[in-house]
């Protein structure tokens, strides 16, 4: 503080009282700057009134001291109309505009107690530390006004609350009241800046030992601290040195629920057979690769693997299927181009009427394929369809007879469409039975098999085969074989034709089918048939 020394007989007069107050005045303002007094201590919150107005509330009492360390100081509350600004304006803009308006309060005296001086001039002797409420209208502007909107803040007066009007502003609410948010500009007092005050470093295990201010030690325990939000929650990421474990062996978490959990080595149980999850609480799992060392078993029978849209690429080493291996639609291919399967299949049913496509073997390969009894092309009068019959104590279905008193009662029946095109007809086989009802009978039973040209010629394929007539079954009798008859689709039709060559007797002939064998290696799907 400056001082000054008063002398014996100094004449003192009004100008040195009013200098000795003001360099004490002064002394106690510059305490108050050099260390940072600067700023609402108290009171002065901003609020609706009672019935929201165009007024506002300031709490009581208010303690403050402006930039230029001037104490401010009001004790009961005060009302503020906010109607009109510090110039008697109205505050509320025009139709289509908006405005800031800043509340500040600033340091004024209050004069009291006059006096009359030796001139005859009135003096208030007392001049008490007072206030005065600015109203302070920013510009008006079309909405919406931003924040670059707001009047420039007062360089000696401290901004209590800031309130955004528009042009239907007929009250003040709290919910126009900026006071805290993040653009808000209310000068409360902080006591000093952390970074002005030391500490003495210790001994810390976790804080930086070498910090010497408030700041920095704060700013080491943040780093070491889990953020938290106001409830209490964390509300940021929990983040430990490597190899840190979250409990131990003996001391474990009872339960820890997270959204997401990022595993950056291995997600690791302590035993094996341990759950993730359990039979009500399960979780999702997406991982990159799984590696199974038993065995993944499903809850109950029928739960699926994928769904319809989201699908597995499966590598197994062995599948046992216990139910169906169905596709999703028609005409799925098992298989590919490069990739193909070995069937091994005891039965192939085709659904389909008309079955397309071939089956291509690597080389020629000899096939033989069954063929039941079906209805004649030609049908001669002796020649009927025995649906069941028993013949020599053998029971057999889905036969033709002939009952014959002479020769040329014959049947052909059309095998065309069970031979792939361009193989070669190797063997034919029959399966049949005979009996001499009555008479002699001076010749057998004959088969064959011809092929039928378009112009209508036919032509045998190997030799005309006599069939046995000594009373007894014969299965896979042989009609022929060691042929290489090549099968031309384009010219022949193919026929197996049994006729009766006997002159006298009647004799029951049974047909149950025959046994063909050919050797192909394009075999088309459709010559395969679906009997």
């Excluded at 049913?349 to 690597?362: E, F, R």
């Excluded at 001076?442 to 394929?461: I, L, P, Q």
């Amino acid at each position: 503080m400056n001082r000054f020394d008063a002398y014996f007989k100094q004449l003192v007069n009004q100008a040195d009282v009013d200098e000795w107050l003001d360099e004490a005045e002064n002394a106690l303002w510059n305490l108050a700057i050099d260390i940072g007094l600067e700023g609402v201590v108290s009171g002065a919150v901003a609020t609706e009134t009672g019935t929201p107005s165009m007024s506002i509330l300031l709490s009581n009492p208010c303690r403050a001291y402006d930039q230029l360390g001037r104490r401010i100081y009001y004790a009961p509350q005060q009302t503020i109309d906010c109607s009109v600004d510090e110039d008697s304006n109205p505050t509320v803009p025009a139709s289509g505009n908006e405005r800031w308006v800043t509340v500040a309060i600033e340091h004024t005296r209050l004069l009291s107690d006059p006096q009359t001086d030796g001139n005859g001039a009135t003096v208030f002797y007392q001049r008490d530390e007072s206030f005065n409420v600015r109203v302070i209208a920013g510009a008006e502007v079309t909405a919406p006004a931003v924040v670059g909107d707001k009047p420039s803040a007062p360089s000696d007066a401290l901004i209590l609350v800031e309130i955004l009007m528009d042009d239907s502003t007929t009250s003040i609410t709290n919910a126009m009241l900026q006071t805290a948010d993040a653009v808000a500009r209310r000068q409360d007092f902080v006591w000093t800046t952390a970074d002005k005050i030391g500490v003495t470093a210790g001994s810390w295990s976790n804080i930086d030992s070498t910090v010497l201010e408030v700041q920095d030690a704060l700013d080491s325990v943040d780093t070491e601290l889990i953020s938290r939000n106001a409830s209490g929650e964390v509300d940021a990421t929990l983040l430990p040195n490597d190899s840190v474990a979250t409990g131990s062996a003996t001391k474990r978490w009872t339960t820890v629920f997270g959204k997401v959990v990022n595993v950056s080595t291995g997600l690791v149980a302590a035993s094996n057979g341990l759950p993730a999850g359990d039979a009500t609480n399960r979780l999702e799992v997406y991982t990159n690769t799984a590696t199974v060392y038993t065995a993944i078993v499903a809850a109950s029978s029928g739960l699926p693997i994928g769904d319809a849209t989201n699908r597995f690429d499966a590598h197994l080493e062995d599948a046992i299927i216990y139910g169906t291996l169905v596709p999703d639609a028609d005409d799925q291919d098992l298989g590919s181009a490069t990739k193909r399967w070995a069937l091994r299949s005891t039965a192939v049913t085709s659904y389909n009427s008309t079955v397309s496509g071939a089956v291509v073997m690597s080389a020629a390969k000899t096939i033989s394929r069954r063929i039941g009894i079906g209805r004649p092309n030609q049908d001669a009068a002796d020649w009927v369809w025995q649906r069941t019959l028993t013949l020599w104590s053998r029971t057999v279905t889905n036969t033709y007879k002939e009952n014959a008193t002479g020769p040329g009662a014959y049947a052909s029946w059309d095998i065309t469409a069970y031979l792939p095109d361009g193989a070669a007809i190797k063997d034919l086989y029959m399966t049949y039975g005979i009996e001499v009802t009555s008479g002699a009978v001076t010749a057998d039973m004959e088969c064959y098999m011809m092929k039928r040209a378009d112009t209508g010629v036919e032509t045998e394929v190997g030799s005309i085969t006599s069939l046995n007539t000594t009373g007894a079954w014969q299965d896979d009798a042989t009609v022929f074989t060691g042929k290489t008859e090549v099968v031309a689709k384009a010219t022949y039709t193919y026929h197996i034709v049994v006729r009766s060559a006997g002159t006298a007797g009647d004799i029951d002939t049974r047909i149950v089918g025959w046994l063909i064998s050919y050797e192909a290696s394009d075999i088309g799907l459709a010559a395969l048939g679906s009997n």
